[in-house]
């Protein structure tokens, strides 16, 4: 079980608007996301209209496109506050949910919001 509180996760559906909101709440200028490649390039821009930086990790077919733990431990910097994870993706792959899980606890243990 992840050890999860309201004053430090935020769980969202539905569209790009919330993801921004929390873009919004926690960013400061410089800090990075971690955003799957190929990808839907309209969350780049709003990651930098509000002074955040995307780290591209490229995605390969033999992974079906998604993100490994593996990619993202070793893309993870002191300056990671976010994971864009969409899922299904757009435009391709879909996580399931150990794989979900597995990608929270990494990020539970290596990226320091505050």
């Known amino acids: 079980m992840l050890n999860m509180s309201p004053e430090t996760w935020i769980i969202y559906s ?14 400061e200028w410089g ?8 990808r839907y390039n309209a969350y780049d821009d709003a990651i930098l209209m509000l002074g955040g930086t995307p ?7 033999d992974a079906d ?13 002191k300056k990671t506050k976010a994971i864009s994870l969409v ?3 757009n435009p391709v792959g879909m996580y399931e949910p ?3 899980k597995e990608i929270c606890k990494i990020a539970a243990k290596r990226i320091s919001l505050f």
Do not use: Y
């Open 65 to 77: 496109f998604l993100m490994t733990p593996q990619q993202i431990k070793a893309s993870i910097t």
């Open 55 to 61: 780290k591209i990790v490229p995605c390969t077919p």
């Open 14 to 27: 539905r569209g790009s608007g919330s993801g921004l909101l929390i873009v919004i709440w926690h960013f």
């Open 87 to 89: 899922n299904p993706g």
């Open 31 to 38: 800090d990075e996301v971690l955003v799957p490649e190929p």
């Open 98 to 100: 150990d794989q979900v």
